[in-house]
């Protein structure tokens, strides 16, 4: 296989990034439909957009930092860096909260989000793999049977770890029970930033670290102090949250 993969002239990150929207906002109306939510359809409406605003600051921001080395380059700053998966779950959850605040909503809203943005994710995934070397993804080189060659020699191929990873985080969250509201998200979270704090360490698509650690990483370790200390849910119950008139 040659990288990066096109359908018909399109670059195959645009296609399952497109695939990846559309099936998780198909999946976020499931789980509404199937599970109820914590909100009315249209305060979600505003939240989902709070989200995505948030997300697509946070994935800039967080790419361009993890870019910085390349200030002052010939390469024009809105250039630098992408987008990055981690900034845009934690700049989606800043937007959210934000949203919250200005909206006086006090119940906590993220479980309904989990499974949908697990399928989104690892759709997404499939495309950054078919990208390669562009998309600066990958991992270190390896004499592994499994490693992938991108077009200078086998790598870890970290994007379908990630994959892997959103399984195995999905099938652990479908076997967990919970009462509280809120836990699910917060265990979601947890769990992926500790995997992102593991597996970026046999990445070397950049040259930006402090103390050891790259901005993606120290993004994750902070996301972590904040789901454990404010972000945190309560001891609300979903059936109190999802019936709140009775």
């Given at each position: 296989?040659?990288?990066?993969?096109?359908f018909?002239?399109?670059?195959?990150?645009?296609?399952?990034?497109?695939l990846?929207?559309?099936?998780?906002?198909?999946?976020?109306?499931?789980?509404?439909?199937?599970?109820?939510?914590?909100?009315?359809?249209?305060?979600?409406?505003?939240?989902?957009?709070?989200?995505?605003?948030?997300?697509?600051?946070?994935?800039?921001?967080?790419?361009l930092?993890?870019?910085s080395?390349?200030?002052?380059?010939?390469?024009?700053?809105?250039?630098?860096?992408?987008?990055?998966?981690?900034?845009?779950?934690?700049?989606?959850?800043?937007?959210?909260?934000?949203?919250?605040?200005?909206m006086?909503?006090?119940?906590?809203?993220?479980?309904?989000?989990?499974?949908?943005?697990?399928?989104?994710?690892?759709?997404?995934?499939?495309?950054?793999f078919l990208?390669?070397?562009?998309?600066?993804?990958y991992?270190?080189?390896?004499d592994?049977?499994?490693?992938?060659?991108?077009?200078?020699?086998?790598?870890?191929?970290?994007?379908?770890?990630?994959?892997?990873?959103?399984?195995a985080?999905?099938?652990?969250?479908?076997?967990?029970?919970?009462?509280?509201?809120?836990?699910?998200?917060?265990?979601?979270?947890?769990?992926?930033?500790?995997w992102?704090?593991?597996?970026d360490?046999?990445k070397?698509?950049?040259?930006?670290?402090?103390?050891?650690?790259?901005?993606?990483?120290?993004?994750?370790?902070?996301?972590?102090?904040?789901?454990?200390?404010?972000?945190?849910?309560?001891?609300?119950?979903?059936?109190?949250?999802?019936?709140?008139?009775v």
């Amino acid at each position: 296989m040659e990288f990066p993969v096109y359908f018909w002239g399109i670059p195959a990150h645009l296609v399952f990034e497109i695939l990846g929207y559309v099936a998780g906002f198909a999946f976020l109306m499931r789980e509404r439909r199937l599970h109820g939510d914590t909100v009315d359809s249209e305060n979600r409406a505003w939240l989902i957009l709070a989200a995505l605003v948030g997300a697509l600051f946070g994935a800039r921001l967080l790419a361009l930092v993890e870019h910085s080395d390349e200030i002052g380059s010939d390469i024009p700053i809105i250039f630098l860096g992408g987008k990055t998966i981690v900034g845009g779950l934690l700049g989606g959850t800043i937007g959210i909260e934000v949203a919250k605040k200005i909206m006086g909503i006090t119940v906590r809203t993220g479980d309904v989000y989990v499974t949908p943005l697990i399928i989104s994710m690892a759709i997404g995934r499939i495309g950054c793999f078919l990208t390669g070397l562009p998309d600066a993804t990958y991992g270190y080189h390896t004499d592994l049977p499994w490693g992938v060659d991108f077009g200078d020699g086998s790598r870890h191929p970290t994007q379908l770890y990630g994959i892997l990873a959103l399984g195995a985080i999905w099938a652990f969250l479908e076997k967990w029970e919970t009462p509280v509201t809120g836990q699910r998200f917060q265990m979601f979270m947890a769990l992926y930033l500790i995997w992102r704090i593991i597996v970026d360490s046999i990445k070397d698509t950049t040259t930006v670290e402090w103390l050891g650690l790259t901005p993606i990483q120290w993004a994750c370790v902070l996301g972590l102090l904040w789901f454990f200390t404010y972000g945190k849910p309560g001891e609300r119950s979903i059936e109190d949250d999802l019936h709140p008139n009775v």
